[in-house]
């Protein structure tokens, strides 16, 4: 399959030292990508940053939401946005340079045979650079934790850097996504998964912030947690009445 019409949409709170530099860079890698920026209204001027640089490109788009709301709403609204505009190819990255734009075209290039690609930090290959070792261990236990309560077999299902083709957002049901924040993308892994979309992995670099200041909190990772938890007991449910359902079966059938 190839791709037409491609973008990359770009969450921002406070990330007015890096997004000019960010869509450059991305501009740079793969000029023939759109950008939408979806900023929450960012008290550090990121969403004038996007408008100024509209006004001589306009390959770039931004979103202006009233308030900070969390990583999941505002891809959520820059997801229907995209939609909306028959992009047939979604890529998602953070505005902080920890996703590198010079890897876009190994996440595009997957993706002409795949209906999700992750971009990965835990397999052969990927790396991070400069993350603090507790970072490591979150994503690393959060990511265990993944595989073991939902029984999926992605290394990194935390992670912010993939591709999407458009069919596989269109067959996910994101109207009912209720994760706020970053176990967003937990939640979209699992459902295309569960939707037998054929999710692949590519390995990639991580690099940690240069500017800016993480928007990482103890909530964010409580509502993981506890979301992560749910689905996990759904699909213990699901899975224990799948076999209950195949014992009755082979009963009748003797
Ligand atoms: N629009 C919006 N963007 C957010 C929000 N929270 C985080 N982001 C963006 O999401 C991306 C990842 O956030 P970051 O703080 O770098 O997370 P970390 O890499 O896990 O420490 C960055 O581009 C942030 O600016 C939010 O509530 N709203
Ligand atoms: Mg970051």
Not at 52 to 57: N, R, S
Not at 77 to 101: C, K
Not at 211 to 223: F, N, P
Request: hydrophobic fraction near 40%; aromatic fraction near 6%.
């Amino acid at each position: 399959m190839s791709i037409q019409r491609g973008i990359v949409v770009i969450p921002t709170y406070n990330e007015a030292a890096n997004i000019e530099l960010l869509v450059d860079r991305v501009r740079g890698s793969v000029p023939s990508l759109d950008i939408l920026v979806v900023d929450d209204n960012s008290p550090d001027g990121t969403g004038d940053i996007v408008e100024e640089i509209m006004a001589h490109d306009k390959q770039i788009q931004v979103l202006h939401r009233a308030e900070k709301s969390g990583l999941g709403t505002a891809y959520l609204a820059g997801l229907a946005w995209v939609l909306d505009r028959g992009y047939d190819v979604i890529i998602e990255m953070d505005a902080d340079g920890s996703h590198l734009p010079e890897q876009l075209p190994r996440l595009l290039h997957a993706v002409t045979d795949a209906d999700l690609v992750l971009g990965s930090r835990w397999v052969p290959g990927g790396r991070v650079v400069n993350w603090p070792t507790r970072r490591e261990l979150l994503s690393r236990g959060a990511n265990t934790y993944t595989r073991l309560a939902l029984g999926v077999q992605v290394h990194d299902a935390t992670g912010g850097y993939r591709a999407f083709r458009r069919e596989t957002l269109e067959g996910i049901d994101l109207g009912s996504v209720r994760s706020q924040g970053y176990c967003f993308q937990i939640d979209l892994a699992r459902r295309a998964l569960e939707q037998g979309f054929l999710v692949v992995e590519v390995p990639i670099t991580f690099v940690e912030r240069v500017h800016g200041e993480s928007k990482m909190t103890g909530s964010i990772v409580r509502e993981a947690l506890w979301r992560v938890s749910q689905w996990g007991v759904q699909h213990h449910v699901e899975q224990g009445r799948r076999v209950a359902i195949g014992r009755r079966t082979r009963v009748k059938g003797h």
